[in-house]
């Protein structure tokens, strides 16, 4: 079974920067996808960044500021996050998908969730 545990989540001043990093286990499939997504009290679960093969896609309000890389050595995602904002504040999510999910940003196209970590932005 495919099983996502994602880490690295903690609290920041506004500007500073933070790691986060999930470890996959039992994922395969040369169709595989790896992001991220993110949840704000109140607000709807939203793509933050994905990576299938060389290919990458960020939001909006990621791109310019976030990285996503994997190793596959270690079968790890890395999110690297700078220039952090408040508004950067959420329970970031490590995903999966074990088909081609063309990039995409919204939630339903992933079957494989990790647990949550959670990111704190203060100004």
């Known amino acids: 079974q495919v099983q996502l545990v994602e880490s690295g989540g903690d609290t920041v001043q506004s500007g500073g920067s933070l790691k986060l990093s999930c470890v996959a286990s039992g994922l395969t499939g040369s169709r595989s996808c790896q992001g991220w997504f993110r949840q704000a009290p109140g607000k709807e679960r939203e793509g933050v960044a994905i990576m299938s093969g060389g290919s990458t896609t960020y939001a909006d309000f990621a791109r310019g500021r976030f990285t996503i890389s994997r190793d596959n050595g270690k079968n790890t995602v890395s999110l690297q996050m700078n220039s952090l904002k408040p508004e950067d504040t959420a329970m970031y999510y490590c995903?999966?998908?074990?088909?081609?999910?063309?990039?995409?940003?919204?939630?339903?196209?992933?079957?494989?969730w990790g647990q949550g970590t959670q990111v704190t932005v203060s100004s």
């Open positions: 995903v999966a998908s074990n088909e081609w999910c063309l990039l995409s940003l919204f939630p339903t196209r992933y079957n494989f």
